[in-house]
């Protein structure tokens, strides 16, 4: 029986060979260069923030509460997710190793102490 699809029970390297899978299918190597990657990424970003372009957190809310808007804002989070983890593959980088060093190093530059319920950037404490 094939595994469930989530967050709990599939790892950040099943997805990365999926999504190779599916790019080698079909012969897009050739387009997946970094440039082009790094590019889909912003673009699918910007698609995926025009969802909440010109709404207040209330509008914002209610439209997610919409189950065809949430589907649509799913959709587009995936497209990025997506194409990151096509350019973490192209770049051979490792993804869970990548984010666990981001945290470290952010944990050094926003001490709780300093970072605790602000949004100040870490040059302004």
Same mark, same amino acid.
């Given at each position: ?34 440039? =082009? @990657? &790094?590019?889909?990424?912003? %673009? ?10 010109? $709404?207040?957190? !209330? #509008? ?25 983890? =096509? @350019? &973490?593959?192209?770049?051979? %980088? ?10 470290? $190093?952010?944990? !050094? #530059? ?16």
């Amino acid at each position: 029986m094939p595994k469930k699809f989530s967050d709990q029970t599939i790892k950040i390297a099943e997805l990365k060979s999926l999504l190779k899978k599916f790019r080698d299918a079909r012969s897009w190597e050739q387009f997946h260069t970094p440039k =082009n @990657l &790094a590019s889909a990424i912003s %673009i699918e970003s910007a698609e995926f923030m025009e969802h909440f372009l010109w $709404k207040t957190e !209330k #509008k914002s809310d209610a439209f997610l509460k919409d189950p065809a808007n949430a589907q649509k804002v799913q959709e587009e989070l995936a497209d990025i997710v997506c194409y990151c983890l =096509n @350019l &973490a593959n192209v770049l051979d %980088i490792d993804v869970s190793k990548a984010v666990k060093d981001k945290i470290d $190093k952010n944990g !050094k #530059k926003y001490p709780v102490n300093k970072s605790k319920n602000n949004a100040r950037k870490y040059t302004e404490f």
